[in-house]
C-alpha cells in the first residue's frame, strides 16, 4: 500500500494538499469495502485539519460524516456563532455540538434559550439541556 504510507507522511509532515489527494482517491462514503469507508473518515479528518470548512460545508450538504466533522471542528475552535448559524439554518447536529458547549461552559440559560429558538420540538435537544441542569448532574 505505497499511497497509504505516503499519505501518512504527508499528513505528519501537514503536506495537506497532498495527504488530501492521497486519502481521497481511496475513499468512499458507506462503502462496503470498510477500508474505504475508514479513508473517507479520514479524508474529513484530514479536511478539519487542513481547515478546509468552505470543502466539508459543501460535503456536508449530502454527508452526514462531513456535517459531524465541520460541527466537531467549529466547537473546537469555539466557534459559536458559526454553530449558531448551522443550527439556525436546520443543522440538528450543529444544534446539539451548540447545545452541549453552551452547557459546559456554564451557560445552561443560554443553550435553553437556543433551542427554544432553533429546535424548540426537539426532544433531544432539551434532554441534553436537563442532563446539565438536573442536580445530580452538578451543572446549574
Known sequence: ?????QARAAE?????????????????CYSTD?????????????LARAER????TELALTDVHARRRLNRSLRERG???????????????????LVRLLCETNRAQVAHRAVQDFGPEDQYAHQIVARFQSPSSGAQ
Open 34 to 46: 470498510h477500508y474505504m469507508h475508514d479513508n473517507h473518515l479520514w479524508h474529513m479528518d484530514l
Open 53 to 56: 470548512f468552505s470543502e466539508l
Open 12 to 28: 505528519q509532515l501537514r503536506a495537506w494538499d497532498a495527504a488530501i489527494a492521497l486519502v481521497s482517491a481511496h475513499a468512499e
Open 79 to 97: 466557534m459559536e456563532a458559526a454553530l449558531r448559524s448551522r443550527a439556525k439554518d436546520g443543522d440538528r447536529d450543529a444544534l446539539y455540538v
Open 1 to 5: 500500500m505505497e499511497w497509504f504510507e
